[in-house]
């Protein structure tokens, strides 16, 4: 439609065609006002009955909630009007007419819970306040994508099916592939290791990742956005100021190009960007100064992974983004290099908001016979993995890199109870439709 107008624009004095959706019909009687919607806002359009056309006056006032239409006629001031303009009707077309009976109210005055909203999630996004969460992760993934250029990174894509899982066969989705057995991948790392020492150096991928984990818990998906970087000649340190470079950056940019999105949140005058330089704690560090809150029944010891009372009681205590690194060798994936001084510690890292993990990442593992050595002791078959073992034999330099939950980075930045929040039509263990 090149002559359309958005209703943010309707400029009194001036004639328009707006097109949208009926918000909101009220008849009062001798005049009605009808409430059109569109992606940039609503205005009010009069109709004066016995002063239009009796069937745009039919049309208008009898016209359903959610129905697809077209207005044309002149915009004047009125500020009693919800956004000091209000359009006459010349022109009124119902190009697309909506059931009388919605499954929600995209209103938002009648409330309905998150299944039901997502079964319906084409009506729930009508919502400002949910299409302000899309608007808000369009802004991170965007930042995040120049954030990675500027930091000298070629984007890439790697596949999605694969032949072997990137931890073996657990948390695999299986699928038949011309009568083979094939999966989806859980993470491009292993290619994206391949990448880096292909001479790019720097990569990074935003793309779908998939695990068939058995938590069904408000931070968990089975299909989920993972933002990865792989960095040559990198060690755990480089990635991990790559990693906050990332989230600041993401941050940064909502709190410039989102205000009006924070507005519709409840969020403007609370969010802030993170300081810069993250407290970097070791594994050890952490165990101890979880301990110390008291929170837990009973005291973690070397070995343990953090449960998620765990992290929530040492997210309070430091209070702000923050790094877990020199995690237990045992615990970390086959690929995670060792430190130089002690075997039973890798370079591993996490990175935490307070409220749970964002990211997981350390110095890989660049030494063939050490890599392959790391296969055997995780109980893996290195010969299932020989098209990415065997590039290791051809000089494949240091390396560093980390995956970040696109979701959970937007859950936490909005301060969302569920994930599913930040997902236009998530996949879980109850949900594969829409």
């Avoid at 997502?118 to 969460?133: G, M, S, W």
Wanted: net charge negative; glycine share 8%.
């Amino acid at each position: 439609m090149d002559d359309r107008t958005y209703t943010a624009e309707a400029e009194p004095g001036t004639t328009a065609t707006i097109a949208g959706w009926v918000h909101e019909v009220r008849d009062l009687g001798g005049i009605a006002f009808v409430i059109v919607r569109d992606a940039t806002g609503r205005i009010q359009v009069k109709v004066e009955k016995g002063e239009i056309d009796e069937e745009l006056e039919t049309l208008a006032t009898e016209v359903t909630r959610e129905s697809v239409v077209q207005v044309t006629g002149p915009v004047e001031e009125e500020e009693r009007a919800p956004t000091g303009v209000e359009m006459t009707i010349d022109e009124f077309e119902v190009v697309a007419e909506a059931e009388p009976e919605l499954p929600l109210d995209p209103s938002g005055k009648v409330d309905a819970d998150l299944s039901t909203r997502l079964d319906n999630r084409t009506l729930d996004t009508r919502k400002p306040e949910v299409r302000a969460i899309f608007e808000i992760r369009s802004t991170v993934l965007e930042a995040v994508r120049e954030e990675f250029r500027t930091l000298h990174c070629t984007e890439i894509t790697t596949p999605k099916i694969v032949a072997t899982g990137t931890e073996g066969g657990t948390e695999l989705f299986p699928i038949t592939y011309f009568g083979q057995e094939a999966f989806m991948n859980q993470s491009p790392q292993l290619f994206k290791q391949l990448a880096s020492g292909g001479g790019f150096e720097r990569v990074f991928e935003i793309g779908p990742i998939f695990r068939a984990e058995e938590h069904n818990t408000p931070r968990h998906l089975n299909e989920a956005t993972s933002i990865d970087f792989e960095g040559a000649f990198c060690d755990a340190p480089d990635a991990m100021d790559v990693a906050e470079s990332i989230v600041s950056a993401a941050y940064e940019a909502v709190a410039e190009q989102n205000e009006a999105e924070l507005e519709q949140l409840g969020l403007a005058e609370e969010f802030a960007a993170p300081e810069s330089d993250f407290p970097r704690l070791t594994y050890e560090e952490a165990l101890e100064r979880v301990n110390a809150t008291g929170e837990l029944d009973e005291q973690l010891v070397w070995g343990d992974d953090l449960s998620t009372e765990a992290e929530r009681a040492l997210g309070d205590a430091v209070g702000e983004h923050y790094f877990i690194t020199n995690w237990p060798s045992e615990v970390k994936p086959f690929y995670i290099k060792d430190t130089d001084e002690d075997p039973q510690e890798s370079t591993g890292f996490d990175l935490m908001h307070p409220e749970m993990e964002l990211v997981s990442g350390g110095q890989r593992e660049h030494r063939h016979d050490a890599l392959v050595e790391g296969f055997e002791q995780q109980g893996l078959d290195p010969a299932q993995f020989e098209y990415y073992t065997k590039m290791f034999k051809y000089g494949m330099p240091p390396h560093a890199g980390f995956g970040l939950g696109g979701e959970r980075l937007v859950m936490t930045m909005l301060d969302l109870d569920n994930i599913r929040e930040t997902v236009l039509f998530p996949r879980d263990r109850q949900r594969l439709s829409p």
